[in-house]
């Protein structure tokens, strides 16, 4: 038997020893508040783990209220781009300002956002729409795109001053505090010097380089700028993107451009892109060239996904050159093959416009109504002078109806001397309209002397009596004579015979 006070241990039973012992310090039931504790303690622990997770996601999803400011001139192909961008194929081209918007996936945390595209029209008068895009509170979170048109170069330097001057003022205008605009130009710095050739990191696969592990000392080891970079820092990162680069080959053909040509064009861009820290990539909408390296660089400036593409530099229609990587000495490289240009030259001064074509705008040519086509051609007649044909008739009519009782056989003899003056020029009698008078008159003297006999100078009378009763048939037998003269002019010599044996 045991004394009281004394402890029972069981060997069979491990389970027993705690159950003593609980009851040993907490007296009768004790115990059972403990057990229950540690079960609160587990679930809560559990709980708790989750709840972290789940603020840890929230902290780590994507940023909402990205923007990205487009600039370009009419046909560009900004529009075309940015829709090629967000997987849609539509040509549809609005006014003033656009607003499109480009899905951004993120596979790491599976989360999804969408980010704001605004293409501001080709026209200055809408640059006052800025202010709808882009604020002072959401300028921050903006990339400003520059597209250039490669289809037409002489263009690109123009319009890209021109649009980065359009930003800067509205930069200006906006009311940011200056501490801000000091924090974002120190970024912009900073990101542009913080640059790392993708296969000089440790993994390769970031383009920033991340967190230092040996310490803090490495991240504030920075290389300072060179010599004209950043010398316009609009605290917002910068895109210059040329499109339609496919025309390389027919400005090559028609416009006669060389290797020269695309160097100079080339090294004009990338120093306006180190004056703004801007990167630089060819596209083609066409070939669907870079077009997803494009989207990838954007990306990576927005939402700082990593980006493993390094500069690209060697085929001239698909040049990539991100922010940070350039500078005056690889710029310099595309000078050695400069033969008749040289670096300094002013672009427009090499890059020539072509003249423009006047037949750009055919203009509709209307046929004239027919019957305003015929008054204007009768008013026109109608001031002209008379034709000599009918002045040359009415005095042949006049001794065709007067009488020649008087005349005799004698006298009618030289009448056919003009027949040997009418056969010279007969070659233009045919051409010339007024001989027709000429000839009408003579005809028909000479019929009228064929009714009678041409040696009896009395028989004159009988003819010219018929002559005048009957004027209009002697006129049809003189066409009718006429044309058969015409046809056969040796009938002439006929009558120019009998009165010459008359005179003998």
Same mark, same amino acid.
């Given at each position: 038997?045991?004394?009281?006070?004394?402890?029972?241990?069981?060997?069979?039973?491990?389970?027993?020893?705690?159950?003593?012992?609980?009851?040993?310090?907490?007296?009768?039931?004790?115990?059972?508040?403990?057990?229950?504790?540690?079960?609160?303690?587990?679930?809560?622990?559990?709980?708790?783990?989750?709840?972290?997770?789940?603020?840890?996601?929230?902290?780590?999803?994507?940023?909402?209220?990205?923007?990205?400011?487009?600039?370009?001139?009419?046909?560009?192909?900004?529009?075309?781009?940015?829709?090629?961008?967000?997987?849609?194929?539509?040509?549809?081209?609005?006014?003033?300002?656009?607003?499109?918007?480009?899905?951004?996936?993120?596979?790491?945390?599976?989360?999804?956002?969408?980010?704001?595209?605004? *293409?501001?029209?080709?026209?200055?008068?809408?640059?006052?729409?800025?202010?709808? !895009?882009?604020?002072?509170? %959401? +300028? &921050? $979170?903006?990339?400003?795109?520059?597209?250039?048109?490669?289809?037409?170069?002489?263009?690109?330097?123009?319009?890209?001053?021109?649009?980065?001057?359009?930003?800067?003022?509205?930069?200006?205008?906006?009311?940011?505090?200056?501490?801000?605009?000091?924090?974002?130009?120190?970024?912009?710095?900073?990101?542009?010097?913080?640059?790392?050739?993708?296969?000089?990191?440790?993994?390769?696969?970031?383009?920033?380089?991340?967190?230092?592990?040996?310490?803090?000392?490495?991240?504030?080891?920075?290389?300072?700028?060179?010599?004209?970079?950043?010398?316009?820092?609009?605290?917002?990162?910068?895109?210059?993107?040329?499109?339609?680069?496919?025309?390389?080959?027919?400005?090559?053909?028609?416009?006669?451009?060389?290797?020269?040509?695309?160097?100079? *064009?080339?090294?004009?861009?990338?120093?306006?892109?180190?004056?703004?820290?801007? !990167?630089?990539?060819?596209? %083609? +909408? &066409? $070939?669907?060239?870079?077009?997803?390296?494009?989207?990838?660089?954007?990306?990576?400036?927005?939402?700082?996904?990593?980006?493993?593409?390094?500069?690209?530099?060697?085929?001239?229609?698909?040049?990539?050159?991100?922010?940070?990587?350039?500078?005056?000495?690889?710029?310099?490289?595309?000078?050695?093959?400069?033969?008749?240009?040289?670096?300094?030259?002013?672009?427009?001064?090499?890059?020539?416009?072509?003249?423009?074509?006047?037949?750009?705008?055919?203009?509709?040519?209307?046929?004239?109504?027919?019957?305003?086509?015929?008054?204007?051609?009768?008013?026109?007649?109608?001031?002209?002078?008379?034709?000599?044909?009918?002045?040359?008739?009415?005095?042949?009519?006049?001794?065709?109806?007067?009488?020649?009782?008087?005349?005799?056989?004698?006298?009618?003899?030289?009448?056919?001397?003009?027949?040997?003056?009418?056969?010279?020029?007969?070659?233009?009698?045919?051409?010339?309209?007024?001989?027709?008078?000429?000839?009408?008159?003579?005809?028909?003297?000479?019929?009228?002397?064929?009714?009678?006999?041409?040696?009896?100078?009395?028989?004159?009378?009988?003819?010219?009596?018929?002559?005048?009763?009957?004027?209009?048939?002697?006129?049809?037998?003189?066409?009718?004579?006429?044309?058969?003269?015409?046809?056969?002019?040796?009938?002439?010599?006929?009558?120019?015979?009998?009165?010459?044996?008359?005179?003998?």
């Amino acid at each position: 038997r045991a004394a009281p006070g004394d402890v029972i241990l069981c060997g069979c039973s491990g389970k027993m020893a705690p159950v003593v012992e609980k009851r040993l310090s907490g007296g009768d039931g004790a115990g059972e508040p403990l057990e229950l504790n540690n079960e609160e303690e587990e679930g809560q622990s559990l709980w708790s783990s989750i709840l972290s997770e789940v603020s840890t996601r929230s902290r780590s999803k994507l940023p909402t209220g990205k923007n990205i400011l487009v600039f370009g001139e009419d046909g560009s192909g900004k529009t075309t781009l940015m829709a090629k961008l967000q997987g849609a194929d539509h040509n549809k081209k609005g006014r003033g300002l656009e607003y499109l918007y480009l899905n951004i996936h993120d596979e790491d945390i599976d989360d999804h956002t969408r980010c704001n595209v605004w *293409i501001l029209d080709g026209d200055l008068h809408h640059k006052g729409l800025l202010k709808f !895009a882009v604020s002072a509170e %959401s +300028v &921050k $979170e903006t990339l400003a795109v520059f597209v250039g048109d490669m289809s037409r170069p002489w263009t690109i330097m123009e319009s890209l001053q021109k649009w980065a001057s359009v930003l800067r003022e509205h930069i200006d205008k906006m009311k940011i505090s200056p501490e801000d605009i000091r924090e974002m130009e120190q970024k912009l710095v900073k990101d542009f010097q913080e640059y790392v050739e993708p296969e000089e990191t440790s993994q390769g696969s970031p383009q920033r380089r991340g967190p230092s592990v040996s310490g803090q000392e490495d991240e504030n080891i920075v290389l300072p700028l060179g010599e004209n970079i950043l010398t316009y820092n609009l605290g917002i990162p910068v895109l210059v993107v040329c499109t339609k680069c496919d025309a390389v080959s027919i400005l090559e053909k028609e416009h006669d451009y060389r290797e020269e040509h695309f160097d100079f *064009i080339q090294s004009h861009i990338r120093r306006f892109c180190l004056q703004y820290g801007a !990167a630089l990539i060819y596209t %083609s +909408v &066409k $070939e669907e060239k870079n077009l997803d390296l494009l989207y990838k660089y954007i990306v990576h400036r927005t939402y700082g996904f990593h980006f493993r593409t390094p500069a690209l530099v060697v085929e001239k229609d698909a040049v990539f050159i991100p922010a940070g990587w350039d500078n005056e000495k690889k710029i310099a490289i595309l000078h050695e093959n400069f033969t008749t240009v040289k670096s300094e030259d002013a672009y427009e001064d090499f890059i020539v416009r072509p003249p423009v074509r006047k037949l750009v705008h055919d203009k509709e040519l209307v046929a004239e109504d027919e019957q305003v086509f015929l008054m204007k051609q009768q008013s026109h007649l109608a001031k002209q002078p008379a034709t000599p044909t009918r002045a040359s008739e009415s005095p042949a009519r006049a001794p065709t109806g007067s009488p020649r009782t008087g005349r005799t056989g004698p006298n009618n003899v030289p009448s056919a001397s003009p027949i040997g003056s009418v056969k010279k020029p007969d070659p233009n009698i045919k051409n010339a309209a007024a001989s027709e008078g000429v000839l009408a008159s003579f005809f028909n003297s000479l019929l009228s002397k064929k009714t009678g006999s041409p040696g009896s100078p009395g028989a004159g009378a009988v003819p010219t009596t018929a002559k005048k009763s009957g004027q209009k048939p002697v006129l049809t037998n003189v066409q009718e004579e006429l044309d058969r003269m015409t046809r056969k002019p040796e009938t002439v010599v006929t009558p120019n015979s009998s009165p010459t044996e008359n005179e003998a």
